[in-house]
C-alpha cells in the first residue's frame, strides 16, 4: 500500500489561514522563467488542505500531499508541520 503512495505529489507550503474545523489554507511560491525575457518571476498558488489533528496554525510552514477529493475545494492532506511559526500572529487563532 505505502508503494503506492509513494508516487503522489508532496509540497512544503506556509499556512495562511485556518479556514475552519480541519481545514487549512497553504500558499506555495515558486519561480518560473519569463516567457519573452527569461527573468525569473514569483508565482503563488493557494491550496486548501485537510489537518485531520488541527495542529496546524497560521505561519508554520507544513508538508502536504495530493489526496482525493475530500470536499469541493480540499484535495491535499497535511503529512507533518516542518517548522512552528517563529510569531505568534495577533487576532488570528
Same mark, same amino acid.
Given at each position: 500500500?505505502? %508503494?503506492?503512495?509513494?508516487?503522489?505529489?508532496?509540497?512544503?507550503?506556509?499556512?495562511?489561514?485556518?479556514? $475552519?474545523?480541519?481545514?487549512?489554507?497553504?500558499?506555495?511560491?515558486?519561480?518560473?522563467?519569463?516567457?519573452?525575457? $527569461?527573468? %525569473?518571476?514569483?508565482?503563488?498558488?493557494?491550496?486548501?488542505?485537510?489537518? *485531520?489533528?488541527? *495542529?496546524?496554525?497560521? $505561519?508554520?510552514?507544513? %508538508?502536504?500531499? %495530493?489526496?482525493?477529493?475530500?470536499?469541493?475545494?480540499?484535495?491535499?492532506?497535511?503529512?507533518?508541520?516542518? *517548522?512552528?511559526?517563529?510569531?505568534?500572529?495577533?487576532?488570528?487563532?
Amino acid at each position: 500500500m505505502s %508503494e503506492s503512495r509513494s508516487n503522489r505529489k508532496t509540497l512544503t507550503a506556509l499556512v495562511v489561514s485556518r479556514t $475552519g474545523d480541519k481545514s487549512i489554507k497553504v500558499n506555495f511560491q515558486y519561480t518560473v522563467p519569463h516567457p519573452v525575457y $527569461g527573468k %525569473e518571476v514569483k508565482r503563488r498558488t493557494v491550496l486548501h488542505a485537510h489537518d *485531520e489533528k488541527n *495542529e496546524c496554525k497560521t $505561519g508554520d510552514r507544513v %508538508e502536504i500531499m %495530493e489526496t482525493r477529493p475530500l470536499s469541493k475545494l480540499k484535495r491535499w492532506r497535511v503529512i507533518r508541520v516542518v *517548522e512552528a511559526a517563529k510569531i505568534a500572529v495577533p487576532g488570528i487563532d
